[in-house]
């Protein structure tokens, strides 16, 4: 119990951005929603047009509708300039804001056509205009109905902003994805307890409102209404930083990033930098998050930016490998590699121990005669990268069947026999901890995978900033990465990103 209070107590910065990311998209959604009530109440196709739209973007997947606002805004980015962000805040505003559209326009619209004519025809009769009836005579008899809609999207808002980590937005989705990756359940139940929290505050607030609409008290209206901006208020006082240079450290979705983030952050913050995060990204998205400015620094790996990025099907040395991606990196956006970090952390495919023993297999060519009988479980993004396919085709495992997990939930499902190998990490401790056989790859189909510290073209110059994370180039040794990725993944005494950042720290001696 009292470890799930000290992570609801630590959840005051998340919180605050979740809160004020949700008002805004409520805010855009009835900006957007209310004018196109009035035209679709006063016109059937419009109604039917705006209504079918808003259906629509329901049944896209929160998750989906986040995703693809990276690429559009990439695309409107290469018109408008570089001023307009590609991650963080606006996406998740946008995809916020056309979530929260349909009930609010359902109900707005509904009440529209409900509406007693004999009321509209008696404020005709009266000689009103058309902002007088709308104001005088439609927004009073609407209102409650208008602000029941409000009310469901506010809730479906702060439900589905939780995901807006994904796109690089701090949310209360932060503690929520961290612990699902490294099993700390007390952070995803916290994170839970507070988006749910936060949903019941905002429902009773925006009631309050309603019941002032629904029984003429303005007073009781007015006080819904004060009581929520003062929260967006507070919220936004709290995210007021420090007066020093603030940066954003990157992470992608799996505990060697979380940790290595933290080391990193510590680093610079012992520069006098102010340190945010943005965690959990994907391949796809934070080298694009680095290259546009939205991150300032993260750690990616040779064989990703290799195969992903540049496009390459070779694999040659790694020292080749990663001179060629510091050169095209500054060659195509002046993003600086400032070194190796020290150790590799490649995709190996790996079995149960003895299930490989019983089988008699130590190499990748050992599963090309059984492909059809097995099943290969990857990360969520592996199977859509090109190393899966270079290792299904040099090894013929079109026949595999394939199924995708989380990081942490992937090792799970291989020592519970949901799964019969997987995309293993070399550097993660579980592979000793679970006594796995990491097959033989002879063909070389996969790359080798250095970590690479990585810094945005805007930092590249400051040297301030780089100089404060030169001392990690080459000081973290592969048994330092396994023991620190397996203090945060074990099941027992587990340690936190932040603690096992100052651990690693110690043993690298910086």
């Given at each position: 119990m009292n470890g799930l209070l000290e992570a609801l107590l630590r959840l005051g910065t998340p919180l605050a951005e979740h809160v004020l990311l949700s008002a805004a998209a409520l805010a855009l959604g009835i900006v957007v929603a209310l004018p196109l009530a009035v035209w679709a109440s006063r016109?059937?196709?419009?109604?039917?047009?705006?209504?079918?739209?808003?259906?629509?973007?329901?049944?896209?997947?929160?998750?989906?509708?986040?995703?693809?606002?990276?690429?559009?805004?990439?695309?409107?980015?290469?018109?408008?300039?570089?001023?307009?962000p590609t991650l963080g805040f606006l996406p998740a505003l946008l995809a916020l804001a056309l979530y929260a559209l349909l009930p609010i326009l359902r109900n707005a619209?509904?009440?529209?056509?409900?509406?007693?004519?004999?009321?509209?025809?008696?404020?005709?009769?009266?000689?009103?205009?058309?902002?007088?009836?709308?104001?005088?005579?439609?927004?009073?008899?609407?209102?409650?109905?208008?602000?029941?809609?409000?009310?469901?999207?506010?809730?479906?808002?702060?439900?589905?902003?939780?995901?807006a980590t994904t796109v690089?937005?701090?949310?209360?989705?932060?503690p929520i994805f961290a612990g699902l990756q490294t099993q700390n359940w007390v952070l995803v139940l916290a994170g839970c307890i507070a988006s749910a929290a936060l949903a019941l505050v905002a429902d009773g607030l925006l009631g309050l409102v309603e019941r002032g609409f629904a029984t003429r008290r303005r007073a009781l209206s007015l006080t819904g209404i004060g009581l929520a901006l003062a929260g967006v208020l507070a919220a936004a006082i709290s995210t007021q930083g420090s007066t020093r240079e603030t940066v954003v450290v990157g992470a992608k979705n799996f505990s060697e990033q979380f940790i290595l983030a933290r080391l990193i952050g510590a680093r610079?913050?012992?520069?006098?930098?102010?340190?945010?995060?943005?965690?959990g990204l994907g391949s796809a998205v934070i080298h694009g998050a680095l290259t546009s400015g939205a991150i300032d620094v993260y750690v990616d790996y040779s064989g990703t930016i290799w195969a992903n990025e540049m496009k390459r099907d070779d694999?040659?040395?790694?020292?080749?490998?990663?001179?060629?991606?510091?050169?095209?990196?500054?060659?195509?956006?002046?993003?600086?590699?400032?070194?190796?970090?020290?150790?590799e952390n490649a995709y190996a495919f790996a079995m149960r121990g003895d299930r490989a023993a019983e089988l008699g297999i130590s190499s990748l060519d050992d599963l090309t005669p059984i492909a059809s009988t097995l099943t290969?479980?990857?990360?969520?993004?592996?199977?859509?990268?090109?190393?899966?396919?270079?290792?299904?085709?040099?090894?013929?495992?079109?026949?595999?069947?394939?199924?995708?997990?989380?990081?942490?939930?992937?090792?799970?499902?291989?020592?519970?026999?949901?799964?019969?190998?997987?995309?293993?990490?070399?550097?993660?401790?579980?592979i000793a901890a679970d006594r796995l056989t990491v097959l033989y790859d002879p063909k070389r189909a996969l790359p080798s995978y250095d970590a690479l510290l990585l810094v945005t073209p805007d930092r590249a110059a400051d040297m301030r900033?780089?100089?404060?994370?030169?001392?990690?180039?080459?000081?973290?040794?592969?048994?330092?990465?396994?023991?620190?990725?397996?203090?945060?993944?074990?099941?027992?005494?587990?340690?936190?990103?932040?603690?096992?950042?100052?651990?690693?720290?110690?043993?690298?001696?910086?």
């Amino acid at each position: 119990m009292n470890g799930l209070l000290e992570a609801l107590l630590r959840l005051g910065t998340p919180l605050a951005e979740h809160v004020l990311l949700s008002a805004a998209a409520l805010a855009l959604g009835i900006v957007v929603a209310l004018p196109l009530a009035v035209w679709a109440s006063r016109s059937p196709l419009v109604a039917r047009i705006a209504l079918g739209f808003a259906a629509l973007i329901q049944t896209i997947p929160a998750l989906a509708l986040l995703a693809l606002f990276f690429p559009i805004l990439l695309a409107l980015r290469a018109v408008f300039g570089e001023g307009l962000p590609t991650l963080g805040f606006l996406p998740a505003l946008l995809a916020l804001a056309l979530y929260a559209l349909l009930p609010i326009l359902r109900n707005a619209v509904t009440a529209q056509a409900n509406m007693d004519p004999g009321v509209i025809e008696a404020a005709d009769a009266m000689g009103m205009t058309f902002w007088q009836k709308l104001r005088l005579v439609e927004a009073p008899i609407t209102a409650p109905y208008i602000m029941a809609g409000i009310r469901t999207a506010a809730v479906w808002v702060i439900g589905a902003a939780t995901l807006a980590t994904t796109v690089g937005q701090p949310s209360l989705g932060d503690p929520i994805f961290a612990g699902l990756q490294t099993q700390n359940w007390v952070l995803v139940l916290a994170g839970c307890i507070a988006s749910a929290a936060l949903a019941l505050v905002a429902d009773g607030l925006l009631g309050l409102v309603e019941r002032g609409f629904a029984t003429r008290r303005r007073a009781l209206s007015l006080t819904g209404i004060g009581l929520a901006l003062a929260g967006v208020l507070a919220a936004a006082i709290s995210t007021q930083g420090s007066t020093r240079e603030t940066v954003v450290v990157g992470a992608k979705n799996f505990s060697e990033q979380f940790i290595l983030a933290r080391l990193i952050g510590a680093r610079l913050e012992e520069a006098g930098y102010n340190v945010r995060y943005r965690q959990g990204l994907g391949s796809a998205v934070i080298h694009g998050a680095l290259t546009s400015g939205a991150i300032d620094v993260y750690v990616d790996y040779s064989g990703t930016i290799w195969a992903n990025e540049m496009k390459r099907d070779d694999n040659p040395p790694p020292e080749e490998m990663v001179a060629e991606i510091a050169q095209w990196e500054k060659r195509t956006s002046g993003t600086q590699v400032v070194g190796r970090l020290g150790f590799e952390n490649a995709y190996a495919f790996a079995m149960r121990g003895d299930r490989a023993a019983e089988l008699g297999i130590s190499s990748l060519d050992d599963l090309t005669p059984i492909a059809s009988t097995l099943t290969i479980g990857g990360d969520v993004e592996f199977f859509e990268r090109p190393e899966w396919t270079s290792v299904r085709d040099a090894y013929g495992l079109q026949g595999a069947t394939t199924r995708s997990f989380t990081a942490t939930f992937m090792y799970d499902a291989l020592t519970s026999g949901a799964v019969d190998a997987i995309s293993a990490f070399s550097s993660d401790g579980r592979i000793a901890a679970d006594r796995l056989t990491v097959l033989y790859d002879p063909k070389r189909a996969l790359p080798s995978y250095d970590a690479l510290l990585l810094v945005t073209p805007d930092r590249a110059a400051d040297m301030r900033f780089v100089n404060a994370l030169r001392p990690l180039i080459g000081a973290i040794s592969v048994e330092a990465m396994r023991e620190a990725n397996y203090a945060v993944d074990r099941t027992e005494n587990k340690l936190s990103p932040d603690e096992a950042a100052d651990r690693l720290a110690e043993s690298i001696g910086r």
